[in-house]
Every structure is written in C-alpha cells, then in structure tokens.
C-alpha cells in the first residue's frame, strides 16, 4: 500500500510578503516508521537510477540524503554553504526567488565517471539542483536523478533542467 506523504507535509507562510508557502517536512522526520518509507522510496529510485554516489545539498539534503546512501551501501557527498568545508573545494552559485548563494564540494568528492543522485527535501525553482549539478559535472560525475520529498511545480524546477530525471515523492500545485 503506498503512503499518501502529502497528509504528513506540514504547510507555513515563510515569506508571507512574498507569498512563498513553506512545506515542513518535519511531521515525517518524527515518525520513523513514515521517514524509513520516505528513505526506501528514494532509495528505490536512486538504485533504478544505478546511483555510485548520493548528494544532498546543506542542511535538509542531509537529512534526506545521508539514509537513502545508507540503505544502498552507497557514500554520500555533500554540497555545502561557502567556507564549511575544508580542504580544496569546487564551487557553484545559484539564484532563488529571494536572494543568491552558493555551493561547495571537495574537489576529490566525486570520482570521474560516478553516477550521482541528488537527494533533498524540496525541488521549488531548481537553483540548488542546478548548482550541484554543476559541481557534480564539473568533478566528471554525471547527474542521473534527483529525488525530493516535495516538488513545487508552478514553479517550472523541471523546466529549467529539462535533461535530469526527476522523482518526487509529493507534488504541490498553487504554491
């Protein structure tokens, strides 16, 4: 029986001015029977996409990433905010509706040829996805999925990287 995740998003004005909707996926994370079913169905995905290598970007990618690679027997890599990582980084800049930044990865992170999945929480304007895509080409790694809890379609992240297959586990139209 699959698990209607959607029930389980919590939904919280973050940037009320700007009419951006939040998606917390917290009510997941405390539950571990619902956060092991979120992992397997990445996990699924990434091993039908012959993932060597998963990559979460900062902070919830982690949290989302870190089990999926785990389950699989699989490393993980992380993309980080500038200046976290030490030793010799790669690095890629990205634009969101509400500011730029950028990510970072160890030069030696990914090996040449590796194919990598990229695991997070929420795919809205594709900028982070973009991002480790580059980092992740730039290393020789090819990019052959992304998987997220939440994909905000109105927001056209598929659009913008049209030649990434992309899985999500819940879809929010009206964001």
């Known amino acids: 029986m699959a698990i209607d995740f959607s029930k389980y998003i919590a939904s919280v004005k ?38 060597d290598v998963i990559v979460g970007p900062e902070a919830r990618g982690f ?3 870190c089990p999926v690679a785990t389950e699989l027997g699989l490393g993980f890599v992380p ?35 590796q194919r990598v999945v990229l695991c997070d929480d929420l795919m809205a304007t594709a900028g982070t996805l973009r991002a480790s895509k580059e980092l992740i080409e730039n290393l020789g790694g090819k990019l052959v999925g992304a998987a997220f809890y939440i994909e905000l379609p109105d927001l056209k992240g598929r659009e913008k990287l049209p030649d990434v297959d992309i899985y999500s586990l819940v879809q929010y139209h009206g964001a």
């Open 14 to 51: 973050d940037f009320p001015n700007k009419g951006i909707v939040f998606r917390d996926i917290t009510p997941i994370l405390q539950d571990g029977e619902l956060y092991r079913a979120a992992t397997h169905e990445l996990a699924e995905y990434a091993k039908s996409r012959k993932a």
């Open 79 to 113: 993309a980080r905010k500038p200046h976290k990582l030490p030793r010799e980084v790669e690095r890629a800049s990205y634009d969101l509706e509400y500011g730029s930044n950028s990510l970072e990865m160890h030069k030696d992170a990914i090996k040449p040829g």
């Open 63 to 65: 949290i989302v990433g």
